[in-house]
């Protein structure tokens, strides 16, 4: 049987650190507190890589916003809108980590005590920039946004909008509210429903609901980059950088 060490140098990635995602892999395949395998890589001069909850490593930043993952955390915060490593990966059953590590980044919800041992405390507060794109009419209604996007992705994958409206926290009114309000202002159908059971049953997106979904959110990842840059340029100089003359 593998020993800790050999375990941890086997599943070394490509710069020589030991992933997050790794670490608990080792963790369950060798039954090791996931705080023994963050003692063990720090006592062979092995860094941990990749948080998969966005706190550090080439995963930060990535992610997806979720309604489900928002109300699944909430519960967990204190006082200073903070979570524990391991409350905020209890969450993610049934969702998925990249949920969890996009509603932290979009709700600016800090994790402190990593299972790995990585860091207790934050020692100083991070800066992020938000950005919100929606579509409004001439009137100043709301069109299209992220939480409608959401609305119409989950009854495509759901096959239905009562389950999308539970997965949601709302009522099947509301959730079918978001669509007509969608439908009668883009002047388009976006969600078909059949009735009867099989795969004939149920409600699916249109061609033209999935436009766009698609285009809104290349919006949004476009934006996101341009403002991200823009915000490094003006709020994130070097300190010994002087001021534009």
Known sequence: MSSLKEFIQEYLNEDGKLDCKDAYKISAKSKTPIGEVGQKAKDIGVRIAGCELGQFGKLRGTGEYSEVAQSKLKPFLDDKNRITCKDAR??????????????????NIDVTYCELGCFKEKKRSR????????????NGELLFGKGKT??????????????????LGMNYKKAWTHVKILQKNLDD????????GGEQGGSRLTPKANEFIKSYKRLQEEIEVYANERFKELFLKPRNKREFK
């Open 90 to 107: 209890g969450q993610a059953g049934g969702i998925g980590l990249k949920k969890i590590r996009g509603t932290l980044k979009e709700k």
């Open 127 to 138: 800066l992020y920039l938000k950005t919100k794109t929606w579509i409004e009419n001439e």
């Open 150 to 167: 959401e609305v119409l992705e989950l009854i495509e994958s759901e096959g239905s909008i009562a389950k999308a409206a539970e997965k």
């Open 189 to 196: 159908v976006l969600v078909e429903s059949h009735k009867g």
